[in-house]
């Protein structure tokens, strides 16, 4: 064991003092030149990023600085934008499609009303009272307030309410009607200083299949509702509510559904050349097959409706049953279509024309009823097949008072030509 003296000591902290001081400001110096040459290569880097984006604003070395004028630049950048793609609100901003829509509207959707009904029903107790009836549309055909829409909208109810684009409503009374085609009159009577829009008619016999069509009603209630389509085919024969045939039906793939029957199916110029009338669909709601009773058809309907509250056609002065197989067999007939002529009114111009009517009484249905065999079985007028009672109807809707039918019956199982001239209805 060493021994040392006081002031050996004192020598040997002071020289290990001394070496401990040098280390550390060895290592102080290598970590300052470590940050330094970092510091630089940043530095070096950003002016790098400054010089190849001139557009770039001077950096900054606060951060909140930079985001501030980050966010500026972006919302400068934003507004610019989104003023490019406002859109200019006038007549060049629409397609022409767009801008005949919108005037077509604009031009008829005030003369649209929305019809409401009411009708009488009975409870338990068979004591009646009054409950809310169907919905339909109608067009203003007339300043007087005449409006035209169809016979199942308006058929069987006691009170009548029309709604005019201002929500005014009105209580309407029933013109004329006419099952034959599905069309009716109704009127109410607008107050002194109203001037009512009107939509006129258009000419269907003009229309073309691919040509645009325009409908205006109140499906499902919604008032005054706009859709488009074209004329997928015409001249269809179709069997309404009322179990009449109507003929030359424009049919329309335009949305068609309940609440639009009565209102008015118009060209681009806004000219009505239907009203529609009825859907084809199994869900009852438009599948793209709705018809329209031509507007040819309506104009020659409501002339007379307006002026004698039905329609003036012309008819066959005889009784008609609905032949059938049972009646074929028991008759001896050869077919079991067309119309079986029962009677002929005695001395009138189809007995003058030299038509048939039967000569054995039998019971028919319910054993109430008595019809007679043996005559004429109606198949044709002018041209039209004629296999049940509605084709009948429906062959002699344009027919007027005093027009000669040229009608081809089957007669001891051959046909036999006619020329019958009709008597008022």
Sequence with gaps: MKLYSRGQMVRNMLIGAGLTALIVSIVSFRIIASNQASTGEKQTEISSISDSDDSQTALVADESELSVNTFENETSFLQQNIATVVPVANTSSYTQEELQNINVYSLCNEAVVNINTKIVDYDWFLEPYVREGGSGSGSIIDKRGYILTNVHVIQNVSKIYVSLFDGTQYEAEIVGQDLDSDLAVIKFNPPDGIILKTIGFGDSTALKVGQRVIAIGNPFGLERTMTTGIVSGLGRPIQNSNNRIIRNMVQTDAAINPGNSGGPLLDT??????????????????????FAVPSETAVRVVADLIKYGKVQRGKID??????????????????????????????????AAGMKGGTEAVYYGSRRDIIYIGGDVITQIDNISVATLADYYSALESKKPGDVVTVIVRRNKRNVVLNVTLIES
């Design 269 to 290: 110029n806004g000219r009505m050349i239907g009203i529609n009338t009825m859907i084809q669909s199994s869900s009852g709601s438009s599948s793209g097959v709705g």
């Design 318 to 351: 005889a009784t008609f049953v609905q032949n059938s197989q049972r009646i074929a067999r028991y008759a001896g007939l050869d077919i079991a279509t067309g119309v079986l002529v029962s009677q002929v009114t005695s001395g009138g111009k189809a007995a």
